[in-house]
Nanobody
Framework: QVQLVESGGGLVQAGGSLRLSCAAS????????MGWFRQAPGREREFVGY????????YYTDSVKGRFTISRDNAKNTAYLQMNSLKPEDTAVYYC???????????WGQGTQVTVSS
């Protein structure tokens, strides 16, 4: 069992930055891919990106490429989502997720709200 807790959300002006954290319990954190997702009001949940267990490789959806960076610190059981050049359309609840099978996200955090004002 893995428990995930996101933090770092808040209100920021367009063009600003935020860094989200995802703290994980359990000793398997370093073995699992970590994903980030978001869900805006009235919209379906959207995949943002992921980072491989070693942290060497990352993947991002097109809408955030060049602006968002996913990283992880396996010694701290924590993953991060650095968000720069934020836009109002980035407003959403952001979730981290993980699981033992790459591409299948079994465990989810509770989400953290990010609001970008214009």
């Amino acid at each position: 069992q893995v428990q995930l807790v996101e933090s770092g959300g808040g209100l920021v002006q367009a063009g600003g930055s935020l860094r989200l954290s995802c703290a994980a319990s359990g000793r398997t954190f370093s073995s699992y891919r970590m994903g980030w997702f978001r869900q805006a009001p009235g919209r379906e949940r959207e995949f943002v990106g992921y980072i491989t267990p070693s942290g060497v490789n990352t993947y991002y959806t097109d809408s955030v490429k060049g602006r968002f960076t996913i990283s992880r610190d396996n010694a701290k059981n924590t993953a991060y989502l650095q968000m720069n050049s934020l836009k109002p359309e980035d407003t959403a609840v952001y979730y981290c997720a993980t699981g033992p099978t790459p591409g299948q996200y079994t465990y989810w955090g509770q989400g953290t709200q990010v609001t970008v004002s214009s």
